[in-house]
């Protein structure tokens, strides 16, 4: 095994946290800004790239980390070692609410794709790269769709969503349409493309956007119910402009104090 063997245990329902159990001299690699808690004697250090083996010296370092500034993730990652003697534990959270789904690569062919933000740590030697979508006309305006993560290796993932996650295992030949935001990630052996929706009533009435994820089968699939662009686009639409005032905003006591206001 070239990645590092780690145990690990999930906490929480919808706003979980995964804990994972290190031995002496045992790494995991996390995204920036993840971490939760750590107990003593773990060591942490800012890392230019993923810290995996493979790669070609300095050069190849920053031309991995280059990459990664395309799904718009930092260009440093962070590892959390073990220097003590015995167990130690440290938990990384998850951004919003949604679920953690674990992953070991060895069982799933040594490579996922998955969006760009849905990476959240890994054992150390799992390769963080860009998969770029095949045909860039249509990656250029499918939103999510375009650029997306590679995971590569044989150790464990974790991979965070939102809202509710559907695992789905495609048939030969079975066709899955989906919105390019509700896809977290999928096995490398599932046909990927990006069409544009039929019709034009349909694009522009519809609310769903002009372009779907059209994946074909055999291989694995993982659906999100709530992404996060939709969860924000949301809260935004429902946050009072103009900075808002304390007094019962959202109700229909809010909008009789903004006129009174003269807002």
């Not at 045992?26 to 939760?36: F, R």
């Not at 790669?55 to 190849?60: L, V, Y």
């Not at 031309?63 to 990652?77: D, Q, V």
């Not at 493309?193 to 994946?215: H, Q």
């Amino acid at each position: 095994m070239n990645n590092h063997e780690i145990d690990y245990k999930i906490y929480g329902d919808d706003m979980q946290f995964v804990e994972v159990e290190l031995d002496p001299q045992e790494t995991v690699v996390a995204e920036a800004g993840s971490l939760m808690m750590m107990e003593d004697q773990i060591d942490m250090e800012t890392i230019f790239g993923d810290g995996s083996s493979s790669g070609g010296g300095m050069m190849g370092k920053l031309f991995g980390a280059g990459k990664r500034m395309l799904t718009g993730e930092s260009l440093f990652m962070t590892t959390f070692t073990n220097k003590g003697t015995g167990k130690k534990h440290v938990s990384f959270a998850s951004p919003y609410p949604g679920k953690i789904i674990p992953m070991d690569l060895s069982e799933l062919g040594g490579k996922i794709i998955c969006q760009k933000d849905a990476f959240l740590a890994a054992a150390k030697g799992v390769s963080v790269g860009v998969e770029f979508q095949r045909k860039i006309g249509a990656g250029f305006f499918g939103g999510e769709g375009f650029i997306m993560q590679k995971l590569e290796g044989d150790g464990m993932a974790f991979v965070h969503a939102g809202g509710t996650i559907h695992q789905k295992v495609l048939a030969p030949g079975e066709v899955l349409r989906v919105d390019t935001g509700c896809l977290v990630a999928m096995t490398s052996d599932v046909d990927y493309n990006i069409e544009m929706v039929k019709g034009v009533k349909t694009a522009l009435f519809g609310g769903e956007g002009l372009f779907f994820a059209t994946l074909r089968g055999p291989g694995t699939v993982w659906i999100q119910s709530l992404p996060f662009s939709r969860l924000a686009s949301r809260v935004f639409a429902a946050a009072p402009q103009g900075g808002g005032a304390d007094k019962g905003e959202g109700s229909m006591l809010g909008g009789i104090f903004r006129m009174l206001d003269g807002d």
